[in-house]
């Protein structure tokens, strides 16, 4: 379970730095272990993202100390994501990233996902908005303020972050990521529409919630099926980094 745990939350890194998601060498994911004692899985501080490997990637506890593994988990990283998988348990992965069309809805004022297109449609009840903005997380407090957010909306499984980014959780990392990938895209849809200057067509509520119904039938095989083609396309780097 652990390598293969590994292989796929290094892929995820590796395919979301491909498309573009990452910020640099911030951001997180992160990935909770089976088992009585809390073990997280996430990528360290200084590596990049798009040559991420298995073996990179640290084994924490519910502190933020590292259990194996070489690196430093930053303060943001352990107090956003230990609290994010505490406050839900259907949320073994957490993955948090600034990618620019999603965060550019949380910079606007009223920015939200609007359920213009088919694709929003499978996010449909299930963000939540969390509008103040803390600064940095840089102690518990901004991370339990998260958290708490999340366990006011135990179905939400997206959080956009106020003037920060966004928040995608799910129960595997197949899962979240293929949310992760069409919250983006939804969000670059709707940035695209309303740089026209027209006012976007909402669609009806009757129509939501068919569209999501029926996405929501397949979702689940088809993350698989994406990710099992995500991983054959980006596998991990050779060589010495």
Known sequence: ???????DLATALRVAAAMDLNE???NHFSLALPGDEERYLINPYGIHWSEMRADDLVLIDGDGTVLEGDGEVEATARFIHVAAHRANPRHAAVLHTHMPHVTALTMVEGGKLEMAHQTA????????????????ALDEAEGEAIAASAKAHMHAD???????????????????????????????????????????????????????????????VQAEEHFTVLKRLHPAPAGAR
């Open 1 to 7: 379970m652990t390598d293969t745990a590994r292989e």
């Open 24 to 26: 640099g060498i911030c």
């Open 121 to 136: 449609c499978r996010f449909a009840g299930r963000i939540n908005y969390v509008e103040e903005f803390g600064g940095l």
């Open 158 to 220: 997206v959080f956009f972050l106020k003037h920060h980014g966004v928040t995608v959780c799910g129960g595997s990392v197949a899962e979240a990521f293929d949310d992760l990938y069409y919250l983006e895209r939804a969000a670059r849809q709707q940035v695209l529409a309303q740089s026209t200057g027209l006012p976007l067509k909402i669609m009806t509520r009757d129509q939501v919630e068919q569209t999501a119904r029926q996405t929501r039938q397949v979702m689940k």
